[in-house]
């Protein structure tokens, strides 16, 4: 049975932080021991899993099945490349680790992301950095949060940033290493750059580029991808951040499919774009624009 009221939503909340602290600790368990991370690849030699990122799903695919047996699971390692679906069940989405290429390179900059959708919509969103012991959560309707180590857990914004000039923004490069997709991502990184950005950055994990646009230490962030490269960020890496950014007065848009004005950020699609506000995105936009 799904869960839909406002108590049950705060159980699935429970469940997915449960999972994801449980995932953290074998993170940090794993990144701090000698040796290095077994590893294979997926859709590119960008692409990367390892062992750990399988442990951590089983985990917290388990620990969603000993509480809410009849809902479906869309994970990132038991989806692969297939493209999923998503339907009006209750749906829960699963990056195990968020910024893979980061854990295996030991940089402290992954997360594991959980959300929980009903009727294709978020409900409750999850991102855990298990490094900074930091939990970035949010109900639908109930606003966004971040819970420190001493359990306390204090209300999230945006930032008030409106031009690029007093802007941060995360933009990624993602899988794509072909002509075409390096000169389109160059195009747009010059277009920004010249109008004077504060300044750029690459994180390589579009979890906690979500998160920190909510809390305010981004302004903005963006990737563009598509399915038929099979490119770009998935429904997982993505979801919850979508609600974290609405919960906390930031946006999401679709900027895969440009349209005027930009429709909201689509579930089932490959791209993602965030902003703390409309003003600050629409700068953004036409950056992205000159550089297609």
């Not at 108590?7 to 469940?15: P, Q, R």
Request: aromatic share 6%; hydrophobic share 40%.
């Amino acid at each position: 049975m799904s869960a839909t009221d406002e108590s049950s939503l705060e159980t699935v909340l429970l469940v997915a932080q449960d999972a994801a602290r449980q995932a953290g600790k074998k993170i940090r368990d794993v990144a701090l021991s000698p040796g290095n991370v077994k590893l294979t690849t997926k859709s590119a030699t960008t692409d990367l899993v390892t062992e750990t990122d399988e442990e951590c799903e089983k985990l917290i695919i388990n620990q969603i099945k000993a509480n809410f047996p009849d809902d479906k699971i869309i994970g990132e390692e038991s989806s692969g490349s297939d493209r999923y679906e998503l339907s009006d069940l209750a749906t829960w989405t699963i990056d195990p680790i968020d910024g893979t290429t980061n854990f295996v390179h030991r940089l402290k900059i992954s997360c594991v992301i959980i959300s929980y959708i009903v009727k294709r919509v978020v409900k409750v969103g999850v991102i855990y950095d298990p490094y900074a012991d930091e939990m970035f959560w949010a109900i639908s309707g109930k606003g966004a949060f971040l819970s420190t180590e001493n359990g306390e857990s204090v209300p999230i914004h945006v930032s008030t940033t409106t031009t690029l000039s007093n802007a941060v923004l995360s933009m990624d490069p993602g899988y794509g290493r072909d002509k075409v997709a390096v000169e389109r991502y160059t195009k747009m990184q010059a277009a920004i750059l010249s109008r004077s950005v504060r300044n750029l950055r690459i994180i390589g994990c579009t979890g906690l580029n979500m998160a920190w646009v909510s809390c305010g230490r981004l302004d903005g962030g963006f990737e563009l991808g598509d399915w038929d490269a099979n490119r770009g960020p998935k429904i997982w890496d993505f979801a919850a951040g979508t609600l974290l950014l609405s919960e906390s007065g930031g946006l999401t848009l679709d900027i895969e499919s440009p349209s005027t004005p930009y429709a909201p950020l689509d579930l089932m699609k490959r791209s993602f774009f965030c902003a703390a506000n409309s003003t600050l995105a629409a700068e953004i936009l036409e950056c992205i624009e000159e550089g297609r």
